[in-house]
């Protein structure tokens, strides 16, 4: 088992960046495909990002490839999302989750407890 904790959001501006972090408890980390997932008011929860616990692969939602970028900490059991050029668009709810299977297909078990972005134009 794993328990998530979010970090580092908060309000930006269009056009800056923004890093969130995500804390992970357990010995275990390393063997989780880690996702980034958020989810914006009166939508339903859609897929940010992914990498798999080899740091080899990485996926990316179309909205977001070349904008943010997924990478993750094995000896600090800490995911992180770099946000860059954000747009008003992106600001939601943003969750980490932890699962297993390749960065393209995962299936997520655990999930935190969400960190709120809010981009300004």
């Known amino acids: 088992q794993v328990q998530l904790v979010e970090s580092g959001g908060g309000l930006v501006q269009t056009g800056g960046s923004l890093r969130l972090s995500c804390a992970a408890s357990?010995?275990?980390?390393?063997?989780?495909?880690m996702g980034w997932f958020r989810q914006a008011p009166g939508k339903e929860r859609e897929f940010v990002a992914a990498?798999?616990?080899?740091?080899?692969?990485?996926y990316y939602d179309s909205s977001v490839k070349g904008r943010f970028t997924i990478s993750r900490d094995n000896a600090k059991n800490t995911l992180y999302l770099q946000m860059n050029s954000p747009k008003p668009e992106d600001t939601a709810v943003y969750y980490c989750?932890?699962?297993?299977?390749?960065?393209?297909?995962?299936?997520?078990?655990?999930w935190g407890q969400g960190t709120q972005v809010t981009v300004s134009s």
């Open positions: 989750a932890a699962g297993y299977g390749p960065a393209a297909g995962a299936e997520y078990k655990y």
């Open positions: 990498i798999h616990w080899s740091v080899v692969n990485t």
């Open positions: 357990g010995r275990t980390f390393s063997s989780y495909t």
